[in-house]
């Protein structure tokens, strides 16, 4: 069993945690840098990337969270978690954990309204088709090498992986499907 940590300030926190305790591991709410050392990987959820990153800021998370993601602790950032890990962000000027070789557009989208749902298989992950839940979703505009694209969705890369980081655009936690979550924990040492 392992102890899969996921951001707690705000987000898809509770979503998340349903589906680590569904495939039998432990969820731990991370608010703390203490609770870094405990912890196998993490999640950084979907929510709100501005405030999330204030809030990391606020309570010294940001740079032992950011020493623990280079030192090699798996991380998967859904929607805002992978503005969260982008080393640029294309419509601001503030990046946050800084850590991935990604150039993500926030928004891209649109609003909430413009929020859709498609299925799409993502043969790196698995041969059947995955529900992709975009909520007012990012998406990569660009990659760097050593950055391996898992997903596109009407040209535009919507998951990516680099060593131990793993994003996605969408929202898995908000199906009944683990299958991606499998994947990442699959990457878990």
């Known amino acids: 069993m392992k ?16 589906q680590i305790q569904a495939l039998g591991h432990e969820p731990v709410i991370v608010k703390y840098p203490e609770q870094l050392d405990v912890i196998d990987a993490i999640i950084l959820p979907g929510g709100e990337s ?4 204030k809030i990391l800021n606020r309570t010294g ?5 950011r020493e623990k993601i280079v030192g090699g602790l798996p991380v998967w950032g859904t929607c805002a978690g992978m503005i969260l ?18 150039s993500v ?10 929020s859709f749902s498609t299925k799409q298989v993502i043969p790196a992950v698995d041969s059947k088709e ?6 007012r979703a990012p998406y990569i505009t660009k990659v760097e090498d050593g950055v391996k694209v898992l997903c596109e969705l009407d040209g535009h890369v919507v998951a ?13 936690e908000l199906t009944d499907d683990v299958t991606f979550l499998k994947y990442f924990v699959s990457k878990i040492k």
């Open 3 to 18: 102890k899969i940590g996921i951001l707690g300030f705000q987000g898809a926190v509770v979503e998340h945690e349903r």
């Open 50 to 53: 501005t405030t999330m990153g």
């Open 61 to 65: 998370l940001m740079a032992p969270l």
């Open 85 to 102: 890990l982008a080393k640029d962000l294309v419509n601001d000027s503030v990046t946050h954990l800084g850590v991935m070789d990604i």
């Open 105 to 114: 557009r926030r928004n891209a989208y649109g609003s909430q309204i413009d």
């Open 130 to 135: 995955i529900e992709l839940v975009f909520i």
């Open 160 to 172: 990516a992986e680099e060593r131990n980081m793993l994003v996605t655009s969408f929202h898995p």
